[in-house]
C-alpha cells in the first residue's frame, strides 16, 4: 500500500563525532576551522585489502567459516595462498579461495563467514567530509565539530542509535531493484541505500557483510518484521524504511535524497518525545538557513512541527497564547495543539 508523505527536510545545527582510531597525530585545536576534504588527524594501522566471502563463494554455511579457513589469525599471506576449502557435494573435488593480494589474515568478521586480508601498516588519513568549527577534542574518545547538517524523517525503522558518523554507500544508481551480484564483498562501518525496492534476503547479505544499517526506499512488511527481530537482538545495526511498504511508486523526493547523502556521512538519532528517528545527513559546506525564522510564523501560516509525538506533521497557525511564545496549530489530521514557537517552521522554508 502506497503510505508514502512528502519528505521532512530542514537544517540544523549539530555536534559532529569523529573517533581515534590508534594513537592519533592532530592536525586541528579547538577553535580550529574545518573545510571538507580538510585531514583532521592521521593513525597508524592496518585497513582491509581484500574481503571473501565464504559462504558464496564457496557454498559452505556460516557455522562452517571457522573450520574452513586454512590460515592462522594474524598469519601473513601472498597472492596465490589458499585460504580457505571445502569439499564440493560431490566430496572428491576440493573448493578453494587464494589470496589476491598480500597481507594479514583477519577473523573479525568470520561469525559472519566473511574473511578479511588487511594490509600492512600504513597511514591512514581521516578527513573531514564537512565545514565546521572544533568544539572539543577528547584524546579518549575522537573530535567534536560544530556543523550545520541536513536531517530527513523515517517511514519505519528500527535502529541502535550512535554518536559516531559513518560513510553511506549507494547501490550503483539506487533506482533499481538489485540483486546479489550488485553488492561488493565488504560494506563494514557503512550504511548502504539498497535500490527502489529490496527483497529481505538480499538486505540480510549485506548486514551480513558488515553494513552498519540498511536504507531502502522500500520493502515486504513481512520481511522488515523478521529482519525487526534479528536487528534488536544483534543491537548494533540498523534498517530504515524512506518510502513505504509494498510495490509503490518511486518519488521524486528519494532523487534529492540520493543527491544529498553523495559522498557524505550521515548517523541516526531518535527524536526526543517520540519513537520516531531522524537521519542527519552532513554537507560539505552548509551554511545556517532560516533556522530561527520562528519568529516570522503568523496566524494562517502553514508550518512543520519538529518536537513530540506530532514530529514532522505539517499543520496551520491558528492563534498564540498571551506570551506569544506558543502558539495552536491544527495539523492536516485536525488534531489541535499547542507549541512553543520555536518548535515551528516555515513550510515555504523547508
Known amino acids: 500500500m502506497n503510505r508514502i508523505k512528502r519528505f521532512v527536510k530542514k537544517q540544523f545545527q549539530t555536534l559532529a563525532y569523529i573517533p581515534f582510531n590508534g594513537k592519533p597525530e592532530l592536525l586541528v585545536e579547538v577553535g580550529s576551522k574545518v573545510n571538507a576534504g580538510d585531514v583532521l588527524f592521521y593513525s597508524v594501522g592496518k585497513s582491509i585489502a581484500e574481503s571473501h566471502d565464504l559462504v558464496s563463494e564457496i557454498g559452505i554455511s556460516v557455522s562452517q567459516a571457522q573450520t574452513a579457513c586454512t590460515r592462522l589469525k594474524g598469519e601473513y599471506v601472498v597472492a596465490g595462498d589458499i585460504i580457505a576449502e571445502s569439499p564440493a557435494k560431490s566430496g572428491l573435488v576440493l573448493k578453494r579461495i587464494v589470496a589476491g593480494t598480500e597481507g594479514v589474515i583477519n577473523y573479525d568478521n568470520i561469525d559472519r563467514g566473511i574473511v578479511n586480508i588487511l594490509s600492512e601498516m600504513t597511514q591512514i588519513d581521516v578527513k573531514s567530509y564537512f565545514s565546521g568549527v572544533v568544539n572539543r577534542i577528547d584524546l579518549k574518545d575522537g573530535i567534536f565539530i560544530d556543523i550545520y547538517a541536513s536531517e530527513v524523517d523515517c517511514f519505519a525503522s528500527v535502529t541502535n542509535p550512535n554518536p559516531q558518523l ?24 557503512k550504511y548502504v541505500f539498497a535500490g527502489r525496492y529490496v527483497y529481505g534476503a538480499l538486505i540480510q547479505k549485506i548486514l551480513d557483510r558488515g553494513a552498519k544499517g540498511v536504507i531502502v526506499y522500500a520493502m515486504d512488511y513481512y520481511d522488515y518484521e523478521s529482519l525487526s527481530q534479528e536487528i534488536i537482538k544483534n543491537k548494533s545495526q540498523s534498517l530504515i524504511v524512506l518510502g513505504g511498504f509494498g510495490q509503490i511508486p518511486w518519488n521524486n523526493c528519494i532523487e534529492e535524497f540520493l543527491n544529498l547523502v553523495k559522498n557524505q556521512q550521515i548517523r541516526v538519532e531518535n527524536i526526543e518525545g517520540t519513537g520516531k528517528n531522524r537521519i542527519i545527513i552532513t554537507q560539505p559546506s552548509l551554511q545556517p538557513t532560516n533556522v530561527s525564522n520562528y519568529n516570522q510564523v503568523k496566524v494562517g501560516n502553514k508550518v512543520w512541527i519538529g518536537t513530540g509525538e506530532l514530529w514532522g506533521s505539517v499543520g496551520v497557525v ?25 518548535n515551528l517552521m516555515l513550510v515555504n522554508d523547508l
Do not use: H, W
Open 166 to 189: 559513518f560513510p553511506i554507500e549507494i547501490l550503483k544508481d539506487g533506482k533499481s531493484v538489485f540483486v546479489e551480484k550488485d553488492l561488493e564483498m565488504n560494506y563494514t562501518g
Open 318 to 342: 491558528d492563534a498564540f497564547d498571551q506570551s506569544n511564545e506558543y502558539c495552536f496549530v491544527i495539523t492536516d489530521g485536525g488534531q489541535k495543539s499547542l507549541i512553543a514557537k520555536r
